[in-house]
């Protein structure tokens, strides 16, 4: 009998792509990522990858700066296909199968996302990155992959970040904080920690989608992370499914 097949949304930040305190797409640092990722993609390990755009566009950056709101968005939405582009382009060159979908329709650059088609390409073994956000301004990646978790019935949302996981304090402020290894959905909420947008973590609740937080940067976590060894913190517990 096969083994049963694992399927997760691994979300990384616009900055892993991007120079290191700079702007822009850091080719050397998107091989890196992708020689990672394409360890990760092993057999019977289904990966959908959502990426930001902050090596190119903040959002909230503009809005301070005079952009509109929404205009501001639009543009980071937009960053997430030139990223997703990027990332796709040194994939297949590495040999891995991989399609890139937009929430944002542009049928000349990538494929619509419809939930059912990137269920398939995942069933034929093939990486699918999933660009646009959301489709809709205000909404950020981290909801945009919590939103597709639960479209395409992911095990698990794996939460890449520079840090090591979801402390109980600020531990830049806090020389006391201590990494949770776990922690509850409502309790993440409730005390207003900041590693990951609260609505994407109010959106895994309700389906009962577990979050890992871990670091990116650390060698073989990305592996781990996919593979679903212990790594980083894990939120989870109290969720809402059905109710």
Do not use: W
């Amino acid at each position: 009998m096969a083994g049963k097949r694992r399927r997760v949304v691994l979300k990384l930040s616009g900055d892993a792509l991007g120079p290191a305190g700079g702007v822009g797409i850091d080719i050397q640092r998107v091989t890196d990522l992708a020689e990672r990722i394409k360890r990760a993609a092993v057999k019977d390990v289904e990966i959908a990858l959502v990426i930001g755009a902050g090596n190119l566009v903040r959002g909230r950056t503009l809005t301070r700066q005079g952009i509109n709101r929404t205009c501001a968005d639009l543009m980071g939405m937009l960053a997430t296909v030139m990223n997703g582009l990027a990332l796709q382009d040194v994939l297949e060159r590495m040999g891995l199968d991989t399609r890139l979908q937009s929430a944002v329709e542009m049928n000349t650059i990538a494929e619509p996302y419809v939930a059912r088609r990137c269920i398939k390409h995942l069933l034929r073994d093939r990486l699918v990155i999933v660009a646009g956000g959301t489709g809709n301004p205000h909404f950020t990646t981290d909801t945009a992959a919590a939103l597709r978790a639960r479209e395409i019935e992911a095990e698990c949302l794996l939460k890449g970040t520079d840090v090591e996981g979801v402390y109980s304090g600020d531990p830049d402020a806090d020389p006391n904080a201590e990494l949770l290894p776990v922690v509850g959905y409502t309790e993440y909420l409730s005390r207003d920690l900041k590693v990951m947008d609260a609505t994407a973590v109010a959106m895994c609740r309700e389906a009962c989608v577990p979050i890992v937080v871990f670091n990116y940067k650390t060698p073989g976590n990305i592996e781990r992370a996919v593979l679903g060894e212990n790594v980083g913190t894990r939120i989870e517990g109290d969720c809402h499914a059905g109710g």
